[in-house]
């Protein structure tokens, strides 16, 4: 299995570029320098044209005197400035104008950049000061998002890798990195692997259909319980109005989900990724119980009473594996008109429908699951029959068959070993050589020497792995064929040396 990789390696990567970017900035020849506004050559800098067009004010003559009016924008780094002009023979202001003498007065702008705690507007040339954006406080800040991977189809997935960024609060989150292991079976779904991920706040606002971020849950085992009632519907009403039949309706559901051990081994073998569960398994119990009733009033004054009850039931086990049932009670119910009751009869079809003793299909098998019968004594000459629980049983079955096995181990006789070994060494095969009897002595009938060492040379199958998400096959074919021709010359090799060294431990014993 290959080792898993994350599906986000990004904010490492950010780090290098921006840390090199600083680099290149601070060995930089040119400088910034923040802009300004001047209304001539060399003179005064101010950091707007508005301010920069109240201190160029044109001078009182014996006519006139001025004062600032306004800048008004001409290009992104230009503004004519606005003086208001008053007559001092009659005190009258003229129309406010820029032309003095036929050239009119300017604000021109320099520089190459804002400066800090501004943000630049092309429409105006200006730099505005940043409003408090509430994202601001967001950078760099963790939350964790559970993302499906893909459903589990024989031990398969077809991995879904998360998305880029995600919303939280309104503030944007990006840069996804795998958190933990993955896991299956979130909240009662019994299919599907999932995976944690972990995003980081990048200090901004959400853009429009942004990803809302979904929190883990907390993989603990979870119980729901909800129970509503609809208002009562007339069906059939007398001359007066009065309702003789009316019918309501109830539904109760119970929700039990254990998700038992969460993460499993994740990877991926032969380009493909796998999940495989760990123990215990997944559970999840889901009841629904839907009582319908229907009241009938009679012209004696009686009342009847029908009420149907359907229970469906559905129990996951592991990965993919649900079972649901169904069952329906319908029970007729009678009251006289006195108050007093006039019988009762009901039907019950399916599985969950309750015996004389109580109990239901689904109760005896469960019993007959958690319950194992043992027959038969302990002696080895007679094996225990079990029945119930197989993994119980087999455990039973382990247990006997090691057990007389070691009793039948110690109650070997020692004698009697000794003894039948002392027979069988006392055959003519097995006495010593005499004097007479020495000399050369034919081994062809005692070694085998018709083959070396044989067998075919192992086939081994391409390797296939995945790195960074680039699949290659390594095939060891052309290297083991290579590896086996010399192995076969050192074999000649090896029966020669074996053959000359059982030609002497013969030897030995012969003399």
Known sequence: MEKKTCFGQTRTTGFIWSLLAVLLLWHSPASAED?????????????????????????????YSYRHSHAQYSTPTQYFCYFIRTTKSTGTDATPTYILSGTPRR????????????????????????????????????????????????????????????????CRYSDPELDGKPYRFV???????????????????CEAGEQEADPPS??????????????????????????????????????????????????????QAVCVPN????????????????????????????????TTTTNCTGVGSCSTTTTTNVSNGKTNADGTPGGESSTCTGPDCKAGDGKSQNDRKEEEKSESKVSGDSSCEAPPVCTGDAIQ??????????????????????????????????????????????????????????????????????????????????DFGIAMAEICKYASWFSFLLVAFAMRRAAEIVAGGMA
């Open 218 to 271: 907390e993989n603990k085992p979870v119980a729901d319980k909800e129970n509503k009632c609809t208002n009562k519907v007339c069906l059939t009403a007398d001359a007066d109005g009065n309702c003789q039949q009316y019918t309501y309706s109830c539904t109760a559901t119970e929700k039990y989900t254990d998700p038992g051990a969460m993460d499993c081994d994740f990877g991926t073998v032969n380009g």
């Open 187 to 205: 909240n009662g779904e019994p299919g599907g692997a999932w995976a944690n991920f972990s995003y980081f706040g990048d200090g901004v606002q």
């Open 279 to 310: 123990s215990p398994t997944p559970k999840m119990t889901e009841k629904e119980v839907k009582t319908e009733v229907t009241e009938k009033t009679n012209s004696d004054g009686s009342k009847e009473t029908t009420t149907t009850t359907t």
């Open 393 to 474: 049983c087999s455990i039973l079955r382990q247990n006997h068959q090691q057990r007389c096995a070691d009793q039948k181990w110690q109650e070997i006789d020692e004698q009697k070993l000794m003894d039948g070994v002392s027979g069988e060494m006392a055959g003519s095969e097995y006495q010593p050589f005499g004097e007479q009897e020495r000399g050369a002595f034919d081994l062809t009938g005692m070694i085998d020497t018709s083959s070396t060492i044989g067998g075919s040379c192992p086939a081994i199958p391409p390797i296939t792995f995945t790195i960074q998400g680039v699949t290659r096959s390594v």
């Open 107 to 170: 604000a021109n702008r320099s520089g190459t950049t804002c400066w800090a705690g501004t943000t630049y507007n092309p429409s105006t040339g200006l730099c505005d000061a940043k409003t408090d954006d509430p994202c601001l406080p967001t950078v760099g800040e963790k939350i964790t998002h559970r993302h499906k991977l893909g459903e589990i189809l024989l031990g398969t997935i077809s991995t879904t890798p998360p998305p880029a960024s995600l919303c939280h609060s309104s």
């Open 35 to 63: 802009y300004y506004w001047t209304t001539t050559a060399g003179g005064e800098r101010y950091r707007d044209p508005e301010t920069a067009c109240q201190n160029y004010v044109p001078a009182e003559t014996s006519t």
